[in-house]
Nanobody, 119 residues
Framework: QVQLVESGGGSVQAGGSLKLSCAAS????????MGWYRQAPGKERELVSI???????TYADSVKGRFTISQDNAKNTLYLQMNSLKTEDTAVYYC?????????????WGQGTQVTVSS
């Protein structure tokens, strides 16, 4: 069972930066990509950014130009560099990984890390 552990969340003022990390407990074979999602109070979980196994990145419109997703395959770690943070970025950020094999996809989620941006 793959375990994902996020870190790097915290409190920051608007305009500041944070870098989130997500460490996987093992190499994810047959990976269908990894990503970051977030959930603000009273709202549904939403996609922030995903990166495919070949490194192609996709971003939500709300974070384009401010956030950068990256991965270190040697360390089984996913990152999210967040710059120019806004109060609306306040949420719990979750890391997701998936594995797909013989048509079956299994998703793994981290426990989440809180990001709070104050004005």
């Amino acid at each position: 069972q793959v375990q994902l552990v996020e870190s790097g969340g915290g409190s920051v003022q608007a305009g500041g930066s944070l870098k989130l990390s997500c460490a996987a407990s093992e190499y994810i074979s047959n990976s269908c990509g990894m990503g970051w999602y977030r959930q603000a109070p009273g709202k549904e979980r939403e996609l922030v950014s995903i990166i495919s196994s070949d490194g192609a990145a996709t971003y939500a419109d709300s974070v384009k130009g401010r956030f950068t997703i990256s991965q270190d395959n040697a360390k089984n770690t996913l990152y999210l560099q967040m710059n120019s943070l806004k109060t609306e970025d306040t949420a719990v950020y979750y890391c997701k990984a998936c594995r797909k094999w013989v048509g079956v996809q299994v998703n793994y989620w981290g426990q989440g890390t809180q990001v709070t941006v104050s004005s």
